[in-house]
Structures are given as structure tokens and as C-alpha cells.
């Protein structure tokens, strides 16, 4: 496929004061403001304003354009597309037997515009749009959308007319709610309905942005002559007006302190932030990312200096390859998430949720356990982060196994996971954690819990491979290559062929050593498929699928020595042997291709943590799901024997209700086959077992198989490389033999990420990414388009043949 053309960069100059003009409706006489901006503007900086309509309906004779070059002809101005039905620009472009411009296409060439006023020396650039906020555009998105990436501050029109007031703070709102900054606002100020007085009050007391007032323009004359005549008198009269002259300056100013502002933001953050997993003694102001806005898979972040020119843009775009921490996944700034929170936070704000109920929380509540299919789960308790909802699960778990065993309250219990997981940071989370450089210098760190080295799954040098640790080799065997990564997630057509039997093995002379050593343990907690934290290692998942099913078949295992052996419960949905506790905060919620990871093993836990992608990356917010048989645990006529556990803003309304919004926006996109693109890239299998269940080995990746393929090649410096859903993660060669988080391996790989494009024009975009140790990892968003994926792709080709 050809190259894709470079993310979108916002447009700040340092030089070029650029502002987007909007109407609060049609007919409010945006381009008549337009036109006495620009004149007041050339005044200041003769020569030097240019005015751009993007999209314009209506008779030649009739363009704005025509408007500002008859009044204005100081001005230079652009119309990017011109359409001669005076309707709407979505109907317009669909009856002009024309190709409609993507909004891509638009938003593209309105920068490629401000960038060519910049490069010339223009001052100012006006850009106005068509009709309302909320107008289409020529694709049917509306304008408050449509303009969004841009991130143009704003000079908005109001309407002085019957209704004006309502009109002018609706749209307000509506540019509000969706990140745009509102510098100024204008209007006619005569008119019976004194909404000039109104407003000018409103603005000032509620929003502190100022509201000028125009004279009206002189009633049209009885000749076109006497017309433009009297026109042109009333520019240059308002045009020269205090009113005029004072909003000009009042946008210069603004603009002046917008870019001091993003100038000094990285010194004043070393002295007054105390970053998170950050060693600040070695942070420069130069190594902190400055984010201006963030629109999908993209901030808007000051661009390095230029040591050959002064006149480079301020910000470029830089793909959010961490997705924000793994929260991100329908796009920075989307409107649907917007809007839910706002509701949310209009009808409720935040309300006590003990002994009561909301709609969102109730909606979520049932969205998530008819979602996620699993017969266990009937319970949602809600919290406010994944470790604190780790907290929760242990609670539950541990709860249960001590009550069933008979253990007694002053003997503490344990744990069952896997070397290198982390859950968190509070204290619970990571107790439940082997040391490590996460939590070997917390003073009150007390792992608890014993925890299974695995075999892990990588591409390397082209094949797909299951890597047994050397000191596991004589237990489980040696490496094995399967055809494809799909093959080695058929779970049930391995098993057939017994390739379960040394893992279930291994697990239960394990466990059998260390309960005769007298060790306790109280519930299993693992990520499911892929360690996180612990370097994004794809753990097998046939072995975790074992580690479950021996612990089920072994409550033998847990209980006191010589203690009677309990019945087996009465429910196929009770937990036996321990508590299974998936922690899915990271790999839930198709992050890895499918509603639940959990599918990926075939095997349903008794407790699952939910959180990151639950709200779409807008808002924080976990649910730890548990069964019937866990919720009984707690049940008495005793207060205390309650699962006293909760936070202020247990199950807040604004969390809970874009959560619902981000969960059947994900559902939806699944249905409607949204990622069929990448599920086509060669990802899914004919190798895998028929007799097994297919919908188990639909493995697929939003990065394409020969990228990764491909990328394994590269053995000199690349250890192992594997992809699933949106993640890519990068095992880079330390040559100092090192691996894990201390190790600095994929830094340079990272840097040349960060550093961008040494091909785009100005190093306009770049990827920011984070490492975790020797492993560069990456991610997309749930929606990222082919074309992101493929600009990426490229730089990483260039980065690991460099």
C-alpha cells in the first residue's frame, strides 16, 4: 500500500496568530466579524493577515471569500472548498458530483495552509467556519468535531437575535465540552433583546472570557453601489473601533501567553511534580513530554527547538504508545465519552453509594456480567483503581479459603501466582508479588506467596516458539516451534495430544512440596496470558490453564494437615481447591482481541478485576467481579463479618457512566467487525485442531503478522518479539546479558521512536513510548486506523535496521 501521509500536527507558530471563528448559528454575521478582524489585524501588521473558509455553500457571487477580498483587499484569503448549492456542506457535497474530502483530507489542508502563512511571514490567520458549532461538515461530522484536532483557539460569534442567548452558551458549552478555548466572544450589541448586556454579565461572572459589542452593519441600500459604499465606510469605521481593536489585542496577547506557557511548563514541573516511576535526578526540562491537547492515538506535545530555523511549528503529533499506561483505547478527547461524563456529572456529580443504587452503576453492573460469560460471576463490587480492586479480590478470596480450611485468624495466608506478575502498588497489591525493583525498598513490603516460573511464548527469528527457562527443561521439556502463534493458543488441541501433562505434573509436585513444608495458601491470583509490569512477558497459555485446573482437582493441597476432607460443593460454580482470582485490569476488555482474556484459557476464575479500558481511558474506575458462592462467604447477621471495604467515590456516576458507554462502544465495534483489517493479516491459523473450539485460536493482532515476523529477523539485536490485540512488545539483547526492568537495552530503540521521522518535514511526528527494561512495548488504541499502524511500522523497520 502507498505511504500514509504524517499524523496531523496542530498549528502553532510562534509567529502566527491563528484563530478558528465559529458561529453560535447560522446567520449571526461571522463573516461580517471576520472581516473587521482582518482589517483591525492588517492595521497592526500590514501585509501580514490571511483569512481561510474551509468549506463555503452558496453562489460564487456570495462566498466569503468574495467578501474579504471586496472589503478586506489587504487580506489574503483561501476557500479550501467552495460548493454552489446554498444547503448544508454534508447535503452540498453529496449533489455536486464532486469526491467529498475525508475530514482527514480537510483538517490536512487547513494546516498545510496555516503552515504556508507562517513560512511567508503572515501575522495573522482567521479561519471561519460553516454555519453553526454544530453544522456538518461535507462528511456529515459536525464542526465541533470535525476541527477538533486542531486545536485552534477560538473567537466565537454570538447571536444577537430572538433566542441569541440560549444559542450563544449552548454552543459555548458544546466548544467547551469538547477542548476548545474560547478567547473571545462577539456580537451585535443593539437589538431589542439586549442580549449583549445578558451575555456580556454571563461570560464574566461564570467563564471569565470577554464579550464584545459591534455596531450592526447599515441596512442594505436600494443600489449595489450605495451598498458596497456604505459597507466599506462601516469596516473601516468599526474596524478602528475601541471594541475591535481591544479583541485584536487581547488575542495577541493570548497567544503570547499560550506559548509562554508551554515554553516554561517543563522547568516549573521539575521543581513542583514528583513524577511516578521516574528517577527525577536524572530529568532534564528537555527529557518531559509538554502535551498541548490529545486527540485519538495522538498528543499534541512541544516540539524539540530547531537549531536552523525560528520559524518551525511549536507542536507535532506523537502517536501515545504507552496508550496512556494502558488506559487509552477509543481515543483521546472522544466526544461519545465526553458526553457521558458530562451527563453524569449534570444529573448526579458524585452521590454515597452504601445500600444505594444509581442508573449507571446498575446499567455497568449487568453490561459486564452478561458481557464477560461466565457463569461464575454474579457480583460487581466497585472500586477505584486496579490495585485497589486487587485489594478487594484478595480480600474475597482470602476470606473464603480460611473460612472453608479452618485456618485460624493469626495465621496468614498466601498466595499462588507467577514470577515477575505485579498487581499494583498499594501495599496488599504488592505483597501478593515476588521481590522486585517495584517493592524490595518498600518498608512495609512483605511478599506472601509462592510463585511458578513458566514457559514463555516469543517469535524468534521467524518461528513461533514456547521457551522453557533452562532450569524447567528437565521437568517440562525442551523449546518447542509451532506454526503460528495461533496454534499455540489452541489450548484444547494441545491437550489432546498431551502437551498438558508435564505442566500439571510439575504444578502438583510443586505444590505438594510446599504444603508439606507447611506452607498456606488462600487464593490463586494471575494476569491472565501476558505479565504486564513484570516486562510483558506472554506467558503460555496452556500452562496457565493447567496451573487452574490442578489447583481445582487438589484441595488436598490447601487444607490443615489431618483436617477431615469437606464435602464437594453443591454448585458447579463454586470455587474448589482455592479462590482463582484473574487480574485483568490490564489484559481485559479487548486489549488482547476479546471481551475477556480469561477465553484465551478456557477456563472461568471465581473472582476477575476489571479496569483501564472500562472507561475508555478518560476516567479512573475498577470492578472486581466475584461468584455467588465467594459473595456467601460474607454473609452473617454480623456486621463485621461484611466485606468492610469501600472509597468515597465507590461507583461514582461519571466513572460508571462512561464506563457503559466505553464497554458497548467496544462491544459494538466488535459486532460490527471494526477490526477486520487486522484480523486479516495472516494472523488466524489452518494449522489449528478442528476438533478443538475454533472461536479459542481466532488469534489476531492491530500489528501485522509479517512486521513481527519480519522484525524477529533481526537477531543481532532483537531477542524475541510477539504481538496480540493492540500490543506489541519488543524484547531488545542486552549485551551485558541482563534482562528486566534495570536493564537499559531498548532505550535506544525507544529514543529513535521519540526522536520521529528524520524524513517529515520538521520531525512533525514522533512515537512516545515507554520501555520496561530490555522490552520496548507498544500499543495501539482500539481504534487505530491501518494507516497509523503502517506509519509505525516503518519507523520501526528504520529504528531496528539502524
Not at 506472601?448 to 532450569?471: A, M, S
Not at 490453564?545 to 490447601?558: C, E, G, T, Y
Not at 476464575?605 to 478518560?618: E, F, Q
Request: with cysteine; charged share 20%.
Amino acid at each position: 500500500m502507498p505511504q500514509p501521509p504524517p499524523p496531523l500536527a496542530s498549528p502553532l507558530w510562534r509567529s502566527l496568530r491563528s484563530y478558528q471563528i465559529f458561529g453560535a448559528n447560522t446567520e449571526v454575521g461571522k463573516t461580517v466579524f471576520s472581516t473587521l478582524l482582518c482589517k483591525a489585524a492588517a492595521r497592526r501588521s500590514p501585509g501580514g493577515v490571511a483569512f481561510l473558509k474551509p468549506v463555503s455553500t452558496g453562489p460564487d457571487s456570495e462566498a466569503d471569500d468574495r467578501h474579504i477580498l471586496k472589503f478586506a483587499p489587504e487580506v489574503s484569503n483561501k476557500t479550501l472548498f467552495q460548493y454552489k448549492i446554498p444547503v448544508s456542506p454534508h447535503i452540498a457535497a453529496r449533489l455536486s458530483n464532486t469526491t467529498i474530502p475525508s475530514n482527514d483530507a480537510l483538517l490536512f489542508q487547513c494546516r498545510d495552509y496555516a503552515a504556508q502563512c507562517a513560512n511567508i511571514g503572515r501575522k495573522w490567520l482567521f479561519v471561519e467556519t460553516a454555519g453553526g458549532v454544530h453544522s456538518p461538515g461535507p462528511s456529515g461530522t459536525t464542526q465541533a468535531d470535525l476541527y477538533a484536532p486542531l486545536r485552534l483557539p477560538v473567537v466565537l460569534v454570538g447571536d444577537s437575535r430572538l433566542g441569541g442567548i440560549s444559542q450563544t452558551i449552548s454552543a459555548f458549552e458544546s466548544l467547551r465540552m469538547r477542548g476548545y478555548d474560547v478567547e473571545s466572544i462577539l456580537l451585535f450589541k443593539e437589538g431589542k433583546y439586549q442580549n449583549f448586556e445578558y451575555l456580556s454579565e454571563y461570560f464574566a461572572e461564570h467563564h471569565n472570557v470577554p464579550v464584545a459589542g459591534v455596531a450592526e452593519p447599515p441596512e442594505r441600500k436600494s443600489s449595489l453601489e450605495e451598498d458596497v459604499r456604505a459597507m466599506s465606510q462601516y469596516y473601516e469605521e468599526q474596524s478602528q473601533d475601541g471594541n475591535t481593536t481591544n479583541v485584536i489585542s487581547h488575542l495577541d496577547s493570548r497567544h503570547e501567553q499560550r506559548i509562554a506557557s508551554l515554553n516554561s511548563m517543563a522547568s516549573e514541573a521539575l521543581q513542583n511534580i514528583w513524577y511516578p516511576f521516574t528517577q527525577q535526578s536524572l530529568l532534564t526540562p528537555k527529557d518531559i513530554n509538554v502535551i498541548d491537547s490529545a486527540h485519538g492515538d495522538y498528543f499534541q506535545t512541544v516540539a524539540p527547538a530547531s537549531p536552523t530555523s525560528q520559524n518551525d511549528s511549536l507542536l507535532r503529533a506523537s502517536f501515545d504508545g504507552s496508550a496512556s499506561w494502558w488506559t487509552q483505547g477509543l481515543g483521546h478527547a472522544n466526544p461519545k465519552l465526553t458526553l457521558a461524563a458530562a451527563y453524569a456529572a449534570g444529573r448526579y456529580g458524585h452521590v454515597m453509594f452504601a445500600s444505594g443504587i444509581h442508573r449507571p452503576a446498575a446499567e455497568l453492573s449487568s453490561t459486564l456480567l452478561k458481557g464477560i460469560e461466565n457463569p461464575r460471576l454474579t457480583r460487581v463490587f466497585f472500586s477505584d483503581n486496579g490495585s485497589t480492586g486487587i485489594e478487594v479480590a484478595l480480600k474475597m478470596g482470602l476470606r473464603a479459603a480460611k473460612l472453608r480450611y479452618g485456618w485460624a485468624a493469626d495465621e496468614k495466608l498466601g498466595v499462588v501466582g507467577l514470577k515477575g506478575s505485579y498487581h499494583g502498588d498499594t501495599i496488599g497489591a504488592m505483597d501478593c508479588s515476588e521481590p522486585s525493583g517495584y517493592n524490595e525498598k518498600v518498608e512495609w513490603y512483605d511478599g506472601k506467596g509462592h510463585w511458578f516460573d513458566y514457559p514463555t511464548v516469543l517469535c524468534i527469528d521467524g518461528k513461533w516458539r514456547v521457551n522453557v527457562p533452562e532450569e524447567l527443561r528437565q521437568a517440562l521439556g525442551e523449546d518447542a516451534d509451532f506454526g503460528s502463534l495461533s496454534e499455540i493458543f489452541d489450548v484444547g488441541g494441545r491437550e489432546q495430544k498431551g502437551h498438558h501433562l508435564r505442566y500439571e505434573a510439575f504444578i502438583r509436585e510443586t505444590l505438594e512440596r510446599l504444603h508439606k513444608q507447611g506452607r498456606r495458601f488462600g487464593s490463586v491470583i494471575i494476569e491472565p496470558v501476558v505479565l504486564g509490569a513484570g516486562g510483558m512477558a506472554l506467558v503460555d497459555p496452556l500452562f496457565q490453564r493447567a496451573l487452574v485446573n490442578v489447583v481445582r482437582k487438589s484441595p488436598d493441597l490447601f487444607r490443615k494437615p489431618n483436617a477431615p476432607i469437606e464435602e464437594s460443593p453443591s454448585s458447579p460454580t463454586a470455587w474448589t481447591g482455592l479462590p482463582i482470582i484473574f487480574d485483568e485490569v490490564f489484559t481485559g476488555l479487548y486489549r488482547l482481541g476479546r471481551f475477556t482474556s480469561s477465553s484465551f484459557l478456557e477456563t472461568h476464575p471465581d473472582i476477575s478485576v476489571h479496569a483501564k479500558l472500562l472507561t475508555g481511558g478518560l476516567v479512573p474506575l475498577c470492578t472486581t467481579l466475584a461468584s455467588e458462592n465467594i459473595f456467601q462467604t460474607f454473609s452473617s447477621q454480623d456486621k463485621t463479618d461484611a466485606l468492610l471495604h469501600g472509597h468515597s467515590y465507590t461507583a461514582h456516576p461519571v466513572g460508571c457512566q462512561v464506563a457503559v458507554e466505553s464497554v458497548k462502544e467496544l462491544q459494538r465495534m466488535d459486532h460490527s467487525g471494526s477490526w477486520n483489517w487486522a484480523k486479516s493479516q495472516g494472523w488466524t491459523s489452518p494449522e489449528a485442531s478442528p476438533a478443538s473450539d475454533q472461536s479459542a485460536v481466532d488469534i489476531w493482532s492491530t500489528w501485522p503478522r509479517t512486521l513481527v515476523e519480519d522484525l524477529s529477523r533481526q537477531t543481532e539485536r532483537v531477542a524475541g518479539i510477539w504481538a496480540l490485540g493492540s500490543v506489541l512488545a519488543i524484547h531488545v539483547k542486552d549485551a551485558s546479558g541482563g534482562t528486566g526492568y534495570f536493564s537499559d537495552a531498548a532505550q535506544s530503540l525507544r529514543d529513535g521512536l521519540i526522536a520521529g521521522d528524520p524524513e517529515s518535514v520538521n520531525g512533525s511526528w514522533n512515537v512516545h513510548c515507554r520501555v520496561l527494561g530490555n522490552v520496548l512495548y507498544l500499543m495501539a488504541g482500539q481504534k487505530t486506523t491501518e494507516e497509523s499502524v503502517a506509519q509505525i511500522s516503518l519507523l520501526l523497520r528504520k529504528g531496528l535496521n539502524a
